[in-house]
């Protein structure tokens, strides 16, 4: 795969760009919410098992399995109105498109994919070429922090980090990055106020036209904290089905935009953006994460167990394996606390 180079103007854009990121609720500045399909069904995520148990039921060892929807989605095939991009998104979910073209000289395209509820989705910034006057001191954690995500409430920056795929690219190119970061983060939803989780991954470059332009590309998931875990090979296979088509790349070009455009992922990733992002949700610092989703299970009244026939985790009310030890069930047994980073198939009850 070709390396290409993509083009952020910090300045200019970042407002456009934070009112937008991380949430697909309204519309954004310069573009139109454009639905998937109006025939599509709702398939919209929730973390209480009362509002969010799709499918059901399979019985084993007298217990009642309903699954998570994120365990058996029905995948639909989005292109674009303007002939720009197709993508693979869930049925029902839904897509806002911002075209920054001509927005300070930016020729490119930020597209928001989440779910109805907006409580899980991915963002992706792909831009073509912006005029700034200097990127020398810009970094990723002030990209997302001071410009892209300022909007955000509490947005907090708990792992930063240089993933390996873009170490090696920063190695092959010394004299053209700025930095690279994957940056794990928290918030507070601004419109539902609930506590949310995001995983952001950027490349700076410098300019190639005399030092006068900057090249960026940023791809994010985001969940309700402590549910990425099931989301995040559902966010991976949404940006990793973007293709962009060859109107699209003539734009890119003569809107002087450098380099080749893949359109497949970063320009500073040789391969898919959602394998860049599974690559680097796996390398992640997991002790953290294990506390706050114990002690966040236990807050809300349950427990984790596993199926030892299937390895399928699942969620309990507090007190169940009590109960199936009493009664001498053989099948499921607790989890230990490295499967707490490992995302749950649905829920688990008496029957």
Request: hydrophobic share 35%; aromatic share 10%; net charge negative.
């Amino acid at each position: 795969m070709k390396l290409y180079k993509r083009v952020l103007t910090v300045v200019a854009a970042a407002s456009l760009l934070g009112a937008a990121l991380c949430g697909c609720g309204g519309q954004n500045a310069g573009g139109a919410s454009q639905p998937a399909d109006s025939s599509s069904s709702d398939t919209g995520s929730s973390s209480s098992p009362a509002s969010s148990q799709a499918g059901s039921v399979g019985k084993a060892d007298d217990v009642s399995i309903k699954k998570g929807e994120w365990t058996d989605i029905e995948w639909e095939t989005y292109v674009d109105q303007t002939g720009f991009f197709s993508l693979e998104m869930p049925k029902g979910w839904k897509i806002d498109v911002t075209d920054m073209y001509g927005a300070g000289r930016v020729a490119g395209l930020q597209i928001n994919v989440c779910n109805p509820e907006d409580t899980v989705g991915t963002d992706m910034v792909d831009f073509g070429t912006a005029a700034i006057a200097d990127m020398t001191d810009a970094t990723v954690e002030s990209l997302f922090r001071d410009a892209l995500y300022k909007s955000l409430p509490n947005f907090t920056i708990k792992e930063s980090k240089t993933a390996e795929w873009q170490q090696h690219f920063i190695d092959d190119n010394p004299d053209v990055v700025l930095d690279a970061k994957v940056i794990r983060a928290d918030y507070t939803d601004k419109t539902k106020g609930d506590d949310r989780e995001v995983m952001c991954q950027a490349v700076l470059e410098k300019g190639l036209l005399d030092g006068y332009y900057g090249y960026v590309t940023a791809y994010a998931a985001y969940s309700v904290r402590g549910e990425l875990d099931n989301w995040i090979d559902t966010l991976a296979r949404i940006q990793t089905s973007f293709k962009v088509t060859d109107a699209y790349q003539a734009r890119f070009k003569s809107s002087g935009g450098s380099g080749s455009y893949s359109g497949t992922g970063g320009s500073a990733s040789a391969y898919d953006a959602g394998d860049a992002m599974m690559e680097s949700w796996e390398a992640r610092n997991r002790s953290e994460d294990i506390i706050s989703q114990k002690q966040s299970d236990v807050t809300l009244g349950y427990e984790r167990v596993y199926d030892t026939e299937t390895g399928e985790i699942y969620k309990a009310e507090s007190g169940f394996m009590d109960w199936y030890e009493l009664n001498d069930g053989q099948r499921y047994a607790s989890c230990t606390d490295d499967m707490y980073t490992e995302g749950y198939s649905g829920w688990i009850e008496f029957n």
